[in-house]
T-cell receptor
Framework: DAKTTQPPSMDCAEGRAANLPCNHS???????VYWYRQIHSQGPQYIIH???NNETNEMASLIITEDRKSSTLILPHATLRDTAVYYC?????????????FGQGTILTVHP | GAVVSQHPSRVICKSGTSVKIECRSL??????MFWYRQFPKQSLMLMAT?????????EQGVEKDKFLINHASLTLSTLTVTSAHPEDSSFYIC??????????FGAGTRLSVL
């Protein structure tokens, strides 16, 4: 599976949009981009995933560049409860079908 | 999203005893479940992939005789830590993959071995 690069930490003011970047320059054509977050001492929570089109759900939006080498997770109106570690993961089929390899992620701190 | 239940949430045991952790998919059937371990201030590390009705596939460096995995039904996988020692103390997390290729995670089990 392709490796991802994320900034170690980011800050965001409550109520503002949080834009979390992720680089995945070695992504393969059949690999999806997944975003999860982990709040302290809990299991990871699925946020969103996509292949090449931009995606939106009730939690967030995912913007994938046309060359698929990077993406941005957007939390449109961050709240204090969005403070968490955010993981960007690329994963595909084949022998590693479904496996998720977690990196260090981005620690997002939302402040009042 | 789909719900995965993990039990117990916390367990304290004596060194040398065995501990069983259950992972259930509550509202979907999961052919494949995964077991992860997370040490303090570190990221999740995949331990093994559990397929219903077949033997689990362990990641390199994970002792299959120490971490026994059973996936007897489409909604239940269990992880048994055999002869636990203090170095096995960790946060164990399971996940289940549903048919849209999304993994949903349990809340985790904090194991403390005294």
């Amino acid at each position: 599976d392709a490796k991802t690069t994320q900034p170690p930490s980011m800050d965001c003011a409550e109520g503002r949009a949080a834009n979390l970047p992720c680089n995945h320059s070695t992504i393969s054509g059949n690999e999806y981009v997944y975003w999860y977050r982990q709040i302290h001492s809990q299991g990871p929570q699925y946020i969103i995933h996509g292949l090449k089109n931009n995606e939106t759900n009730e939690m967030a939006s995912l913007i994938i560049t046309e060359d698929r080498k990077s993406s941005t997770l957007i939390l449109p109106h961050a709240t204090l409860r969005d403070t968490a570690v955010y993981y960007c993961i690329v994963s595909a089929g084949g022998t590693s079908y479904g496996k998720l390899t977690f990196g260090q992620g981005t620690i997002l701190t939302v402040h009042p | 999203g789909a719900v995965v239940s993990q039990h117990p949430s916390r367990v304290i045991c004596k060194s040398g005893t065995s501990v069983k952790i259950e992972c259930r998919s509550l509202d979907f059937q999961a052919t494949t479940m995964f077991w992860y371990r997370q040490f303090p201030k570190q990221s999740l590390m995949l331990m093994a992939t559990s397929n219903e009705g077949s033997k689990a596939t362990y990641e390199q460096g994970v002792e299959k005789d120490k971490f026994l995995i059973n996936h007897a039904s489409l909604t239940l996988s269990t992880l048994t830590v055999t002869s636990a020692h203090p170095e096995d103390s960790s946060f164990y997390i399971c996940s289940a993959r549903e048919n849209r290729d999304i993994q949903y995670f349990g809340a985790g089990t904090r194991l403390s071995v005294l």
